[in-house]
C-alpha cells in the first residue's frame, strides 16, 4: 500500500483500491 495522510493526521500504510 502507498502512505496516505487522513483527516487524523496518522500516516498509515493504505491499500489502494481505488486508484490501480
Known amino acids: 500500500?502507498?502512505?496516505r495522510d487522513p483527516k487524523?493526521?496518522?500516516e498509515f500504510e493504505?491499500?489502494?483500491l481505488?486508484?490501480?
Open 14 to 16: 493504505y491499500i489502494n
Open 18 to 20: 481505488d486508484r490501480q
Open 1 to 3: 500500500g502507498e502512505k
Open 8 to 10: 487524523n493526521g496518522i
